[in-house]
């Protein structure tokens, strides 16, 4: 992604590139559309430095020191000059991904409408779902802020883009009813709508989570909700996403134990609900929505002591969550909510539950940095809590691929800089 968006940028350089400051009555069609086009590039290759962060640093460094991934740059890839770079440290790819996305967020601002010189008036505006745009580039630097633990900028930006978006929150009549499987939902600001054109078929997701799909997960491969975190969700009484776990009940077993932590009220086919009856694979694939943005600003408020602003944002998506008839014990949840210690729990509760099966929960372990006690529907022991998550099993090791080609990064620094 990072060398197809520099080869991208680096053409629309040499096209000319229009400045910020652009005058409407001399500007083209061309210049303008190109300058929309450079805040998609400059967010998705923000975005993927941002995931790469991710996977192959610690969280909670010195970020002056700690090695990251290497940077390449629009001139090398355009010239194929270097094969290969150093690992930069964590602090420049924090200000490549804040670059990137800051100036992407302008571009977009700046590129969205004009009237040409002939009185024309262009709007630019993404195609679909599947392109980035503006909310898309927001909630990437609110989430690289919150990592890297610059909780005001990050609440700044979640707030922005809370303000400005189109998305809501998906309401309480859909949580058991969406299946998380149509891009159209209100809720979704990055997504693909999977057609037979495109689909990757049983290699996708839903081939691999969808019990109602032809799928591994339907054969028994089950991608499970952790059994203590499902018993967490039970025991609060109130909320409705209990119901996102095994529901499917087998009529000629008379025996559910297979599925009983499928995430079958989640993730679930639109065009069957009988056990692997789904085989055309259409269910379309969120990637960003508008939730995350919510958890980010409740707990950047809660790392600035703004206790009540976090529990604003939190039980924004969980006025949501309740089950009917469970609105007296859910508001007695909510009050215990003014304590630190609860609160705190109940935003690392909500980053695991209402994001579970959407990438967030290994993040939100290391970046609160406690060690993991998990529950026994697993396959390694989990008897005793885990290795805390500032040690280096929780950080990806750089790929063979890059080490073998890349001169700049030896196998004995990896050696060194990944025990």
């Known amino acids: 992604i990072i060398r197809s968006c520099n080869k991208a940028i680096g053409a629309l350089d040499a096209q000319g590139l229009p400045d910020l400051d652009y005058g409407p009555k001399t500007i083209t069609e061309q210049e303008f559309s190109n300058g929309f086009y450079y805040a998609e590039l400059l967010t998705l290759r923000g975005w993927a430095y941002a995931a790469l962060q991710r996977f192959f640093c610690k969280t909670n460094v010195d970020l002056n020191t700690e090695l990251s991934v290497p940077i390449y740059t629009e001139e090398a890839t355009m010239g194929d000059t270097i094969l290969g770079a150093p690992r930069a440290t964590a602090s420049d790819v924090y200000l490549r991904v804040e670059e990137d996305l800051l100036t992407a967020i302008q571009y977009f601002a700046a590129f969205k409408e004009v009237k040409l010189a002939d009185g024309t008036t262009i709007e630019m505006e993404r195609s679909s779902k599947l392109e980035v745009n503006v909310d898309v580039a927001r909630m990437t630097l609110a989430y690289s802020y919150l990592n890297k633990g610059e909780y005001d900028n990050a609440l700044l930006v979640a707030q922005d883009l809370i303000k400005t978006t189109s998305a809501t929150i998906l309401p309480n009549s859909e949580v058991l009813t969406s299946g998380f499987n149509d891009v159209s939902s209100n809720n979704w600001i990055w997504a693909e709508d999977v057609t037979i054109e495109n689909t990757t078929a049983l290699a996708s997701f839903f081939g691999q989570c969808d019990i109602y799909s032809y799928s591994y997960a339907s054969a028994g491969d089950v991608k499970g909700v952790d059994s203590k975190l499902l018993e967490q969700i039970t025991n609060l009484g109130w909320d ?106 109940a935003i690392r509760y909500n980053w695991r539950v209402e994001l579970w099966g959407e990438g967030y929960g290994l993040q939100t372990f290391r970046r609160w940095g ?37 001169p700049y990064i030896s196998t004995t620094e990896m050696a060194t800089n990944n025990n």
């Open 240 to 345: 409705i996403r209990e119901n996102w776990w095994g529901n499917y009940y087998r009529e000629d077993t008379k025996d559910n134990s297979m599925y009983q932590y499928a995430p079958d009220g989640k993730f679930f086919s639109a065009k069957s609900d009988e056990l692997q009856g789904d085989r055309d694979w259409l269910s379309d694939n969120v990637f960003m929505r508008t939730e995350t943005a919510y958890l980010i600003a409740a707990e950047a408020a809660y790392r600035q002591h703004d206790n009540a602003l976090a529990a604003e944002y939190l039980t924004e998506i969980t006025d949501e969550r309740v089950k009917p008839g469970k609105e007296t014990e859910y508001e007695a949840y909510k009050a215990t909510l003014s304590d630190v210690a609860v609160l705190a729990e």
């Open 370 to 406: 406690l060690a993991v006690k998990l529950g026994d529907n697993h396959l390694r022991s989990t008897n005793d809590p885990l290795v805390p998550t500032t040690e280096r099993v929780f950080t990806f090791v750089i790929p063979s691929s890059e080490t073998n080609y890349n």
